[in-house]
């Protein structure tokens, strides 16, 4: 028979034990001295020099070679088959050492045996093992095993076919007023008008382990089409269909679908708080004390007093807010509006007005107040986009903080995440060393009593589970830091006057205005704010 890789074989002798040598053929790999090692360590003959022995091995070269590994006769040692399972159990890797020449070759029998003693129940390559056993080739890998992988799903995907992203500029007249009569922000559709396709998600197929254990695949996305009143599905519920001619809107992942709520007076006594899940359009006022909430959009065509409005979506005030230092607007979206006056207001996106006072202002949007007055006095205004007007402050030096950054809440979460990773990198140091010095035991070859061993297991898994939380939160941080930095690019543009006391900040820089400054835009330096001329 021919061999392709070198291997070596005990032989019994009168005189005592042999390791005969036989070099490989063509292209053959060369008798390993680690896999002689491991050998006479399992049979436990372990009394030989072993530099002695790897100069023998390397001395060898075509022709077979005996050396005398002993004076004292062993035991007849059969064939022994070596398996190596990798640490995911995806597959297993027989390798073969002859039997000695007293001992007896392996049979298909021992091999199953073998294998099943392992754990090793799915997944084996029978015809490999039957290869093997027609033509047996010594100290070479042979794949005995292999796990049946996963088939991968892929995500669930849904179409809209209408305009998601429905947001809208007013129209500026010549005089600088805002024109309130052209605004038409509502998705039309026809009865019977198709909403919404899902592509839905293929789970894929788990697979099987060789000790027969499932082999997850991995997690998609699963959605579905989710929505209001006035919608109905398909019966595979694949495709989404409007039952009336309407308003389409998404909020969230959820499509509404309705005809605007109309008050054809006050939002008071008479109607009570307000909860919709489409649209609200007051004609009248919203008088202190009550309460709007929609899914969609608000529209006030008269005055908001010290009341809540929350919309989903935009927040149009033909008039204003006069808060009273009570009035709220919560917006998804935009909030346009003729003034804010002694109000907290918050929108998703832009706000845009003819004057600001006294207020407390965020946006994740553009802040614009440059209609007729374009005044923005007192109070604070938070944009993490850009800010215009005609006037900051006030003659009497009102005081009045203008500011392009982040939300505080996203800063504060920033400083948390930092303070986090600080923490997890110490208790990993720790664990590693506990993980180092549990490693080197067993690399000197003590055992580990019990408590020991489940004390380095909780180790590792305690480092790899650190290790993951750490990298997530240094991603986050640097979304945050990203985003932190995007807002040094903000704006802020005064085109008539600033008045003094009045502090101008852009991503963390300061500049007070300490003497009247006229058409003036401010920007971030590096570190400091820089003016410029309009």
């Known amino acids: 028979m021919r061999y392709k890789n070198g291997f070596f074989q005990i032989i019994h002798k009168e005189d005592g ?28 003959l372990e009394e030989f020099d072993v530099k002695e022995l790897k100069r023998f091995v390397d001395q060898i070269e075509t022709e077979q070679a005996e050396y005398k590994i ?18 995911k159990k995806t597959c297993a890797i027989a390798r073969f050492y002859p039997p000695s020449n007293q001992g007896k070759l392996i049979t298909r029998k021992e091999i199953m045996s073998d294998l099943e003693n392992k754990g ?28 049946t992988m996963p088939i991968q799903g892929k995500d669930a995907k849904i179409i809209y076919h209408f305009e998601v992203q429905n947001t809208f500029q007013p129209t500026i007249k010549e005089d600088g007023t805002v024109d309130f009569h052209q605004i038409d922000n509502i998705n039309h559709i026809e009865e019977g008008a198709l909403l919404a396709t899902l ?23 699963v959605m579905s089409l989710k929505h209001g009143h ?28 309705s005809n605007t709520y109309e008050v054809p007076a006050d939002v008071g006594t008479a109607t009570g708080d307000i909860f919709y899940d489409g649209n609200v359009h007051v004609k009248g006022n919203v008088i202190t004390g009550f309460k709007i909430e929609a899914k969609g959009d608000i529209i006030v065509d008269g005055v908001v007093e010290g ?64 209609g007729k007055r374009g005044l923005i006095i007192g109070g604070e205004i938070l944009s993490e986009g850009n800010i215009s007007m005609k006037v900051a402050g006030s003659t009497m030096g009102t005081k009045t903080l203008i500011q392009i950054g982040i939300d505080p809440a996203l800063m504060e979460e920033y400083q948390s995440i930092d303070k ?16 180092g010095m549990y490693a080197g035991k067993v690399k000197k070859g003590e055992k580990l009593p019990d408590d020991r061993k489940k004390q380095y297991q909780i180790a590792k898994k305690s480092v790899a589970l650190l290790k993951e939380n750490i990298e997530n939160a240094e991603e986050r941080s640097k979304q ?7 807002h040094s690019h903000g704006r802020i543009k005064i085109a008539g006057i600033a008045y003094p006391n009045v502090k101008i900040m852009i991503a963390g820089a300061s500049y007070f205005v300490r003497s009247e400054m006229h058409h003036m835009q401010f920007v971030k330096d590096r570190a400091l704010i820089k003016t410029m001329s309009i």
Do not use: W
């Open 199 to 221: 592509e839905p998600a293929d789970l894929g197929k788990p697979g099987i382990d060789i000790s027969g254990d499932p082999i997850k695949q991995a997690k998609v996305t």
């Open 230 to 257: 006035n919608i109905h599905l398909s019966e595979d519920n694949t495709k989404m269909y409007s039952d009336i001619a309407g308003h389409v809107s998404l909020t969230g992942d959820k499509v509404f679908v």
């Open 307 to 370: 009341a809540t409005l929350i919309a989903d979506g935009q927040i149009i005030l033909r008039r204003g807010i006069q808060g009273m230092n009570k009035g709220v607007l919560i917006s998804g979206a935009d909030v346009v509006t003729k003034f804010i006056e002694n109000s907290e207001v918050t929108a998703g996106g832009n706000i845009t007005t003819d004057a600001i006072m006294h207020s407390k202002v965020q946006a994740k949007g553009d802040i614009v107040s440059t």
């Open 480 to 486: 945050i830091r990203e985003e932190i930095e995007a």
């Open 17 to 44: 034990t042999y390791l005969k040598f036989f070099p490989p053929g063509a292209n053959g790999t060369a008798i390993d001295l680690n896999d002689i090692l491991f050998y006479l360590h399992r049979i436990k």
């Open 420 to 435: 986090q990773i600080v923490t997890m990198t110490e208790e990993m140091e720790k664990f590693n060393r506990t993980v």
């Open 120 to 147: 090793i129940r799915h997944g084996i390559v029978e015809r490999n093992i039957d290869i093997y056993l027609k033509a047996r080739q010594f100290c070479t890998d042979f794949l005995i095993a292999k796990a």
């Open 70 to 87: 002993a004076s004292k006769k062993i035991y007849p040692e059969n064939e022994f088959m070596r398996l190596e399972v990798d640490q």
